[in-house]
Structure formats: structure tokens, C-alpha cells
């Protein structure tokens, strides 16, 4: 006999939510069949309407809330909240801070079946708002006015805002300004559609530790009308602005930045310290978001790394070469792979910057250049790896595991690969010694973690 479904489209509920998922939303369970509901936090009672029953779970929307949580908070502005990415914000920042760190430890025992790692208290922001030093703002048109923002979820229609919570001051200016002097010189919006008109992205970088300010115009177009006076209008109401700069995008595509870029006005770069190394940063540069926690993250790899000056490290996935830097200040040599030939190039730059001498920089394959900087004799006392959101590859893990380093110390932005990874680790001879997570994205469900691995 077919069994049905305890719930049905349509209808009206009363549930306790029991959990959030991985992107926020709250779980509730009826007759042991989840239902997720955005906006629902553990502990509340609340009356839902179901509004999809699949065969394994099903989605709500709250319609009244019983019984608050302690951590429910008023949201600071709901157009944001809808579009902007912050799926938290109606969590007090204690609450958030509460939530991810019991994500980690869900996720390091559910999937890694790690039962008896030390994970540390989550270190969270003195402030938690305005810490975000990059914009890439989608420019659209209504009523013959530029407008410029978010779009809205799972469509491409930009709901027009004037700020973001959590990006810094100096961004949300620079963005504002731009669509403000654009507008007055008659820039046409880009039209996805037809695919005519001119500006498609609005961009901005901040400096925090420097001050200085870059703004790149993406356009689809070679050209850009009245571009001296745009320039000038620009330079003459953003004093911090060190330079400006055109991106041409001319594909029809949802990739932000095309591949030509030149300089209208000022520097090719702007500069930023994380602790005391300086960095260049281009339109094109990767450059971590949150330098203050970016710091913390790092010093706290740089301490399981714990380093004496006679170490040879290999750092897996570098990028403009941010860990790799720190950690040459400490070691006696540092070898940095990353797939992206351009951000090696800015990995030397730094380098040359900072007149660290004792770090090498390679493009390719970490699962390729590794095993072979191995069989030239490399045998790197500590490895550490930063991969992207869906962790490292397998064959890095393998080749990890055949050259024994003492120590591995894995910086993940996504616990779930975080935890598989470790438990490969694991049957490989190694063991999780302890995992710190970190809050680099406050009123965001993403959370950082640093992992000291040691080989058993």
C-alpha cells in the first residue's frame, strides 16, 4: 500500500522548530518528515503553511509566530535582508555565532565521524556590520534612472538599494556616487535582454588599513560616453579614490568581469596590509573580503603551524600567496601552487613587495606539482592546504598521505568538505588534533574553520 504523506500542500500547521539548516532555514518535523521553513529558529512555536510536500521532505513559509526564541532579533531593514545575502540578520550575532559553531561540530561528526576532535569556541567580530571592503553591483534601468543593487532570488531583477549593512562606508559611497554621476552623464544600463546599452557592474575596492579607493566601470562596450568627464566628476567627489578603471565585458554571459581592463585614472592597484604584509590589488586580484578576520584566521594557522625558522612548508591552493607570506616570515622556505597563472603573478609581486625572498611560486595543479616538487627531494615538513568551497582533490589528499608532512594545517570555508577530507586524512595515518572556526562573514550562514592535522 502506498504510504502518504503526513502533510499536504497547502496546509496550515503548528510546529516547534527544531534545528536550521546549512543555509539558515529552520527545520521542523512532522511525524519525523522535515519541513524547512526560511526565517524559523530552534525552539519556536509557530503556525506554517506547507507550500511543497516532496517524497522525503517538504518547504513552509511562516505565517505566525507562538513562541520567539531568545536570539530572534528585528531585522534592520527587510529589502536587504530579502535580497542582500544576509540570511541571518533576524539572529542576534550571539545567536549566529551559537549556530555555526554547533554546525562545525555537527558536520565533523556526522560526516566526518570525527566523535572526539576539540573544537574551540568560534571567534566572532567586536563589530559585526559594515566589514566587507568589495562591491560588484549589478546596474540596471527604470524610469529612464540608473539603478543599482541585489537581485532579487532566483530571478535577474535588481531591487534598487542605497546601502548595504555589511559592506564599509567608503563602498557604499563609492557606489552610490558613481550611479549618481553616471546617471547625470546619460550612461545607458545594460539590458540583458536585448544585450545593448553600456554599464552592466558597478565596482569598488577599499583599502581599510590604506584608505584607498578603487573604482572599476564594467562595461559592454569599447567605449564609454562623456568617459573625461565621468573621470573627472569621480576623482573630484570620491578624495579617496587612488583609481579608476575599465573592465570590458562584452559577452552574454553572468561571469562579472570580461578580459580587457585598463586604467582611466590613477594606479593600476590599490594597497592593503593584513598584520604587517603589504598587498597589491587589482580589478582582477583576489583579495580576501574581511581582512580583520582574515588576520585572525591566519595568525591562527600560522600558530598550529608553529614554526621554529628550519621548516620547509608547501602551501596547497596560495592565491596572490595571502598564507604563503605570512608563513615565510616564520619558515626557512615556502613553496606556493595555485591552478590560476594570474594570481601566481600577484603571489611574486606581493612577495617582491615585502621583500620576502625566501617564498616560491608555481602555476599549475596542486595534485600534479606536488608529487613532483616530491620526487625533486622536497619533503615539506609542514603542508598546508586552503581550497575552495568544495575542498581539495582527492589525489592531493593521496599524494598528502604518501609524503607523511608531520603536520598538515587545512583552512576551509566549507565545513561539510572540511569533514570529508579529514576523515580521508584520517584513514591515511593522520589524526585531528583540534578545529578553531572563525566568523569571516558575519549575518551570512558561512563559516571559516582552521584544522591542525598531525601524522599519528
Same mark, same amino acid.
Given at each position: 500500500?502506498?504510504?502518504?504523506?503526513?502533510?499536504?500542500?497547502?496546509?496550515?500547521?503548528?510546529?516547534?522548530?527544531?534545528?536550521?539548516?546549512?543555509?539558515?532555514?529552520?527545520?521542523?518535523?512532522?511525524?519525523?518528515?522535515p519541513?524547512?521553513?526560511?526565517? !524559523?529558529?530552534?525552539? $519556536?512555536?509557530?503556525?506554517?503553511?506547507?507550500?511543497?510536500?516532496?517524497?522525503?521532505?517538504?518547504?513552509?513559509?511562516?505565517?505566525?509566530?507562538?513562541?520567539?526564541?531568545?536570539?530572534?532579533?528585528?531585522?534592520p531593514?527587510?529589502?536587504?535582508?530579502?535580497?542582500?545575502?544576509?540570511?541571518?540578520?533576524?539572529?542576534?550575532?550571539?545567536?549566529?555565532?551559537k549556530?555555526?559553531?554547533?554546525?562545525?561540530?555537527?558536520?565533523?561528526?556526522?560526516? !566526518?565521524? %570525527?566523535?572526539?576532535?576539540?573544537?574551540?569556541?568560534?571567534?566572532?567580530?567586536?563589530?559585526?556590520?559594515?566589514?566587507?571592503?568589495?562591491?560588484?553591483?549589478?546596474?540596471?534601468?527604470?524610469?529612464?534612472?540608473?539603478?543599482?543593487?541585489?537581485?532579487?532570488?532566483?530571478?535577474?531583477?535588481?531591487?534598487?538599494?542605497?546601502?548595504?549593512?555589511?559592506q564599509?562606508?567608503?563602498?557604499?559611497?563609492?557606489?552610490?556616487v558613481?550611479?549618481?554621476?553616471?546617471?547625470?552623464?546619460?550612461?545607458?544600463?545594460?539590458?540583458?535582454?536585448?544585450?545593448?546599452?553600456?554599464?552592466?557592474?558597478?565596482?569598488?575596492?577599499?583599502?581599510?588599513?590604506?584608505?584607498?579607493?578603487?573604482?572599476?566601470?564594467?562595461?559592454?562596450?569599447?567605449?564609454?560616453?562623456?568617459?573625461?568627464q565621468?573621470?573627472?566628476?569621480?576623482?573630484?567627489?570620491?578624495?579617496q579614490?587612488?583609481?579608476?578603471?575599465?573592465?570590458?565585458?562584452?559577452?552574454?554571459?553572468?561571469?562579472?568581469?570580461?578580459?580587457?581592463?585598463?586604467?582611466?585614472?590613477?594606479?593600476?592597484?590599490?594597497?592593503?596590509?593584513?598584520?604587517?604584509?603589504?598587498?597589491?590589488?587589482?580589478? %582582477?586580484?583576489?583579495?580576501?573580503?574581511?581582512?580583520?578576520?582574515?588576520?585572525?584566521?591566519?595568525?591562527?594557522?600560522?600558530?598550529?603551524?608553529?614554526?621554529s625558522?628550519?621548516?620547509?612548508?608547501?602551501?596547497?591552493?596560495?592565491g596572490?600567496?595571502t598564507?604563503?607570506?605570512?608563513l615565510?616570515?616564520?619558515?626557512?622556505?615556502?613553496? !606556493?601552487?595555485?591552478?590560476?597563472? $594570474?594570481?601566481?603573478?600577484?603571489?611574486?609581486?606581493?612577495?617582491?613587495?615585502?621583500?620576502?625572498?625566501?617564498?616560491?611560486?608555481?602555476?599549475?595543479?596542486?595534485?600534479?606539482?606536488?608529487?613532483?616538487?616530491?620526487?625533486?627531494?622536497?619533503?615539506?615538513?609542514?603542508?598546508?592546504?586552503?581550497?575552495p568551497?568544495?575542498?581539495?582533490?582527492?589525489?592531493?589528499?593521496?599524494?598528502?598521505?604518501?609524503?607523511?608532512?608531520?603536520?598538515?594545517?587545512?583552512?576551509?570555508?566549507?565545513?561539510a568538505?572540511?569533514?570529508?577530507?579529514?576523515?580521508?586524512? $584520517?584513514?591515511?595515518?593522520?589524526?585531528? /588534533?583540534?578545529?578553531?572556526? /572563525?566568523?569571516?562573514?558575519?549575518?551570512?550562514?558561512?563559516v $571559516?574553520?582552521?584544522?591542525?592535522?598531525?601524522?599519528?
Amino acid at each position: 500500500m502506498k504510504r502518504t504523506l503526513p502533510v499536504q500542500k497547502n496546509e496550515y500547521i503548528d510546529v516547534i522548530f527544531e534545528d536550521l539548516t546549512h543555509d539558515g532555514a529552520g527545520v521542523a518535523k512532522v511525524e519525523g518528515y522535515p519541513i524547512f521553513v526560511p526565517n !524559523g529558529l530552534p525552539g $519556536e512555536k509557530a503556525q506554517i503553511k506547507v507550500i511543497k510536500a516532496n517524497k522525503g521532505y517538504g518547504f513552509g513559509r511562516l505565517i505566525e509566530l507562538y513562541e520567539k526564541s531568545p536570539y530572534r532579533v528585528e531585522i534592520p531593514r527587510e529589502e536587504l535582508h530579502k535580497y542582500g545575502g544576509c540570511q541571518l540578520e533576524h539572529i542576534s550575532y550571539e545567536g549566529q555565532l551559537k549556530y555555526k559553531e554547533n554546525q562545525v561540530r555537527q558536520v565533523l561528526t556526522r560526516i !566526518g565521524k %570525527l566523535e572526539d576532535v576539540v573544537v574551540h569556541p568560534i571567534l566572532g567580530m567586536d563589530n559585526p556590520w559594515h566589514y566587507r571592503n568589495k562591491a560588484q553591483v549589478p546596474v540596471g534601468d527604470k524610469d529612464g534612472k540608473l539603478i543599482a543593487g541585489f537581485f532579487k532570488p532566483r530571478t535577474h531583477e535588481i531591487v534598487n538599494t542605497d546601502e548595504s549593512l555589511i559592506q564599509i562606508p567608503e563602498i557604499n559611497e563609492a557606489v552610490q556616487v558613481v550611479k549618481e554621476i553616471c546617471t547625470r552623464f546619460h550612461i545607458p544600463a545594460y539590458n540583458e535582454e536585448t544585450h545593448k546599452g553600456v554599464l552592466r557592474h558597478i565596482m569598488a575596492r577599499f583599502g581599510q588599513q590604506t584608505g584607498e579607493l578603487m573604482v572599476v566601470l564594467v562595461t559592454r562596450s569599447l567605449e564609454i560616453p562623456n568617459r573625461e568627464q565621468l573621470v573627472e566628476e569621480i576623482v573630484a567627489r570620491l578624495p579617496q579614490v587612488k583609481s579608476i578603471i575599465h573592465n570590458v565585458n562584452s559577452k552574454r554571459t553572468n561571469v562579472i568581469l570580461g578580459d580587457k581592463t585598463k586604467v582611466l585614472w590613477g594606479s593600476e592597484v590599490i594597497y592593503d596590509y593584513i598584520g604587517d604584509v603589504r598587498f597589491a590589488i587589482s580589478a %582582477l586580484s583576489f583579495y580576501q573580503v574581511n581582512p580583520v578576520q582574515t588576520k585572525v584566521l591566519y595568525d591562527k594557522a600560522l600558530e598550529y603551524a608553529s614554526l621554529s625558522g628550519s621548516e620547509s612548508v608547501i602551501d596547497a591552493y596560495c592565491g596572490i600567496g595571502t598564507i604563503s607570506l605570512f608563513l615565510a616570515q616564520k619558515a626557512r622556505k615556502v613553496f !606556493g601552487v595555485e591552478i590560476v597563472p $594570474e594570481a601566481i603573478e600577484d603571489a611574486r609581486k606581493n612577495a617582491a613587495l615585502n621583500g620576502i625572498e625566501n617564498a616560491e611560486f608555481e602555476a599549475g595543479e596542486a595534485e600534479v606539482v606536488i608529487p613532483k616538487w616530491y620526487e625533486e627531494g622536497n619533503k615539506a615538513d609542514v603542508l598546508v592546504v586552503d581550497p575552495p568551497r568544495k575542498g581539495c582533490d582527492e589525489a592531493l589528499l593521496h599524494t598528502i598521505i604518501d609524503m607523511k608532512p608531520k603536520k598538515v594545517v587545512y583552512v576551509s570555508c566549507n565545513p561539510a568538505t572540511l569533514a570529508r577530507d579529514l576523515r580521508i586524512l $584520517e584513514d591515511g595515518g593522520y589524526k585531528t /588534533v583540534e578545529v578553531q572556526p /572563525v566568523d569571516m562573514f558575519p549575518h551570512t550562514t558561512h563559516v $571559516e574553520c582552521v584544522a591542525l592535522i598531525e601524522l599519528k
